[in-house]
């Protein structure tokens, strides 16, 4: 079985497991289950993560780390009249770390600090199921996610960095 701090197949067990090493799904059950968390959408913010560059001459940043499986992402923002105009990000983590770094790459430019902390508590509402309609049709489509409880940090990380930086502005 592969090394994964998240959740692996066993080829020679027919099983998912997690980081504990307990079967959780049987591999017919465990297809759909990864099908739609990694689904298409979701991955194409993965990708949009690893565009951007950290820059460490950017006024405004932070680090967050998620202890439980080993994720971290540093960010880094610039703004210009008073809205966010450069983003970057550094992510060491799964795909749903990354796709949550993309997701936040593609609805934080543009807008004030302010903005980006009240979208940060409207999605982590919204992801831990204590409001029914997403922010917006980005977040919607993380739909998956809500159902999986020990996700939504790898999901929400970038955000709580952005978070801790632009509370600096």
């Known amino acids: 079985m592969a090394h994964c701090r998240h959740l692996c197949f066993s080829s020679s067990f027919g099983v998912f497991v997690n980081h504990q090493s307990r079967i959780i799904l049987t591999a017919h059950a465990g297809t759909r289950f ?28 932070a680090s967050r780390d998620n202890p439980t499986c080993g994720d971290r992402v540093d960010v880094s923002f610039t703004l210009d009249n008073g809205a966010i105009s450069q983003i970057g990000i550094k992510v060491r983590g799964c795909a749903l770390c990354e796709a949550g770094a993309g997701l936040l790459i593609e609805n934080f430019a543009g807008i ?58």
């Open 112 to 169: 004030t600090p302010a903005d980006a902390s009240q979208m940060t508590a409207q999605f982590a509402q919204w992801i831990g199921k204590e409001q029914d309609n997403p922010p917006n049709e980005d977040m919607a489509k993380f739909m998956p996610v809500r159902d999986i409880r020990n996700r939504h940090k790898c999901v929400l990380l970038a955000f709580h960095a952005a978070t801790e930086a632009l509370d600096q502005a």
């Open 34 to 61: 990864l099908d739609a968390l990694y689904q298409k959408q979701i991955l194409e913010f993965a990708k949009l993560s690893r565009t951007r560059e950290l820059d460490p001459t950017a006024p405004f940043q």
